[in-house]
Structure formats: structure tokens, C-alpha cells
């Protein structure tokens, strides 16, 4: 049977939880990909921040085919040289002493929560109250769309799990008016990425930091979007000199395959003991050879020193781009995660943007409802990319305000 899927075929046979674009991409390298008409695409959201290093590095095909060869999953019933050699280098530069693997953001978000509400039950069995924030996003699971503080994911799905309640994000004020002694956790996006790019000024979280010493909650710094060298910093924590006590990691530590981590402590993981948590796909082999090629790359100087004049060159395009077309209210971000706010008479055409910057052959990625356009492409991308990006965005903004 010669089948070759076309778009109305996933409409057909698939879960209706997405709604992909018309064409379907079937190859890439770098910073582009190609249809299957063989119409070129420059990638502004490399998978949502997660393709960093671009669509078929060599190195991780290099690596994937060697360890395609040795051995795939055994279970965690075994342990394997690339998880402890993966856990060795994120242990080496960072605050962590402990790593667990597992295979998403949403996962790794559920093993911080469950892990800071064992902790806190050894303190005081009351103390499960979890603080998050208004338009934060952790996940789809039902405890991860529980704590993210956009509505819209968890209406319909009650009764939800009881203890969570959300704060009002960069404003230090509401935490002092929610936080207590029966405070397990607080955790936070330091950008929130799929509430609108939102960034956690110095302030806010060194007031978070205090308050969770002073009533003896951990702080959970979600970093699946923003880690990884995004921000021009191997985890955004190291912009704040602030040391979160949990973080999670997920997306690019996999340079496209599915793994995901949580980082912590020895005082606090020393909680856990066998049994308590697992994962059947966590920390499997072939996962972590990948992370290890992935998280060797990402962190070297050659990637982080280059984040900045990449963003630089973005910034500058967007704003000649406003220049001309006066449409965009903000514009913000750290290195390569940029939010461009729509002003508000232009809101409803932001889903026409999407589609249309697809039509013109650049992949953008919408965030905050319908009002920010997010960029986030691989790390890798060179100038000349962006460049040309920039020009078939602004043609398709041409299109859209003609029509």
C-alpha cells in the first residue's frame, strides 16, 4: 500500500487536539525546512524551542547512529553509561546534585511537584499549598494544566486537585498576600513563554527567593522553554543570581528527542526513596546519548557567546518592521525567545499572521491568547537567515494589511 498522508488525512485519523498548518514538512536541515511539494520554510520556532541545534545536526545523527547500534531501552530496573554520563555534566554546571530523568516537561514538572509535596509532608503533613502564576503554562497533564494559570487548558476537566492557587506574576505584593507556613511550593516560569514572553524582573524574584527561606517552601524554576541556553545563559536562573531549589529542563536537552530532567538537591532528593517516583522511558539510552551531544553543544561558548548578536540582529529587523508598519505594541524577550505584543485593533488578525507568514515560507509561533507573535528559532541560525526571514514576515504582513 503506497499511502502518502496528506493534510485532510490527519483530520481524518487523529485526535483533533492540534490544528496543523495545510502542508506537510517532511525534511529539514539547520534552519530550514521543506514541504512535500518541496517548498522551502526558514524556522522561527524550531519545534517550540526545541530543535536549538536545527533540523538534522550532524553530530546528533552521528551520535544516534552509534547508539542506534549498542542498545536502545533496558528499563530502569538497569542503569546506563549515557544517563549517569548526562546527569555527570548537568550536575557539573549547575546548582543540581541530583538529576531524574524522564521524557517531557509536563513529566518533569509532575516529579517537582510530587517531590516538594514529600518534602513538605515530612515538615508539617498541612503543608501542600502550591503558588503559581497567572498565565504560566506547565504542561497538559491533570495536575501540570492544574497549576498553569491559564483557565482555557484545565475548563471542563474539574473537579481539579485542591492546594493550587495563583499569584499575579512580577507583582511581589500578591505572593505576600497568598503565601503561609502551610506553603509546600512556589513555582514559576523566570519567562513565561506561552503566556506572552513575559520576563520575571530581578526584584520579583529575589523577593520569591527570601519569602520561600522565610516560610520554608521550595522554589521550582520551570525552565523547559527557557533553559537550555535560550536566554544567552545555559538556565535563565544564572541571569538572577538566584538558586532555585528545584528546576525542571525538557525541549532542546534532547536536541528533538523526547527527554526531559529535574534538577535538585541532595537534602531535598534524599526525600525519594526507590518506589516513590518513576518513568518507563526516563533516562533510556538512546535519550541520553542524544541529551549528552546535545547538552556538550548548547553549553559551549562557541553556541551561548553568539545568542546576543543574534538577538541584536532580530531586534533590529522587528523594530524596522514596526517602523513601517506601526502594528506592534511591545517587543520583548531575553537572546533567542522574542515576544512581539500585537496592538489590540490588530488582535484578531494575529491567526492570519500565523497562517500567512506559513504562506510566505517563515514558521512562527503564536503566545498570550491571541495578542503575541513568539520567536524562537535554533540557536544555530545564521544572520543571513534571519535576514531573509525577516523579509518574507514582512510580506506577509504586506498581504495582511491589504486585505
Known amino acids: 500500500m503506497n499511502f ?49 541545534l536545527g533540523h538534522c545536526n550532524p553530530a546528533l545523527i552521528s551520535i544516534l547512529k552509534n547508539q542506534s ?8 530496573v ?7 554520563q548526562l546527569a555527570n555534566k548537568i550536575i557539573y554546571n549547575t546548582f543540581a546534585d541530583k538529576v531524574f530523568f524522564c521524557s517531557s516537561g509536563a513529566e518533569a514538572n509532575e516529579a517537582a511537584i510530587k517531590l516538594a509535596r514529600r518534602y513538605a509532608n515530612n515538615i508539617n503533613k498541612k503543608k501542600y499549598q502550591i503558588i503559581s502564576f497567572i498565565k504560566s503554562f506547565h504542561g497538559r497533564t491533570f495536575l501540570t494544566m492544574s497549576i498553569g494559570g491559564q483557565k482555557k487548558y484545565s475548563n471542563g476537566f474539574g473537579p481539579l486537585p485542591n492546594g493550587i492557587i495563583h499569584a499575579e506574576f512580577n507583582n511581589l505584593e500578591s505572593i505576600y498576600q497568598l503565601i503561609n507556613n502551610n506553603t509546600c511550593a512556589v513555582i514559576l516560569e523566570p519567562i513565561q513563554g506561552e503566556g506572552g514572553v513575559i520576563t520575571a524582573n530581578n526584584d520579583f524574584l529575589n523577593g520569591i527567593r527570601k519569602l520561600c527561606d522565610a516560610y520554608n517552601a521550595l522554589l521550582i524554576f520551570d525552565e523547559v522553554q527557557c533553559g537550555m541556553g535560550r536566554t544567552g545563559k545555559l538556565y535563565s536562573y544564572m541571569h538572577y543570581n538566584i538558586i532555585p531549589d528545584i ?67 532580530f531586534l533590529q529587523c522587528i523594530n524596522e518592521i514596526n517602523y513601517e508598519f506601526n502594528i506592534f505594541k511591545d517587543i520583548r524577550g531575553i537572546g533567542l525567545l522574542i515576544g512581539v505584543e ?28 491571541n495578542s503575541v507573535l513568539r520567536f524562537t528559532p535554533p540557536l544555530i541560525i545564521k544572520l543571513e537567515e534571519i535576514e531573509e526571514g525577516m523579509i518574507r514576515f514582512c510580506n506577509a504582513l504586506n498581504i495582511i494589511n491589504y486585505n
Open 247 to 313: 528546576l525542571t529542563s525538557a525541549k532542546a536537552i534532547g536536541g528533538g528527542f523526547p527527554l526531559a530532567a529535574m534538577l535538585t538537591t541532595n537534602n531535598i532528593a534524599d526525600i525519594f526513596i526507590v518506589g516513590n517516583h518513576g518513568s518507563t522511558y526516563g533516562g533510556n539510552p538512546l535519550a541520553c546519548a542524544l541529551g549528552n551531544t546535545s547538552f556538550e553543544i548548547i553549553s559551549s561558548i562557541e553556541i551561548i557567546s553568539c545568542i546576543q548578536n543574534l538577538n541584536d540582529f
Open 342 to 369: 500585537i496592538k489590540e485593533k490588530y488582535n484578531k488578525k494575529v491567526r492570519n499572521i500565523i497562517k500567512e507568514t506559513f504562506n510566505q515560507g517563515v514558521m512562527v509561533i503564536v503566545a498570550g491568547g
Open 78 to 84: 538497569y542503569t546506563n553509561e549515557p544517563a549517569i
Open 69 to 76: 547500534n549498542k542498545i536502545w531501552h533496558i528499563s530502569n
Open 4 to 52: 502518502i498522508p496528506q493534510r485532510e488525512d490527519f483530520d481524518r485519523y487523529i485526535l483533533h487536539t492540534y490544528y496543523p498548518q495545510y502542508a506537510i514538512p517532511i525534511k529539514g536541515y539547520g534552519s530550514i525546512l521543506w514541504d512535500q511539494h518541496g517548498k522551502e520554510y526558514i524556522d522561527f520556532s524550531s519545534g517550540i524551542a526545541v530543535n536549538s
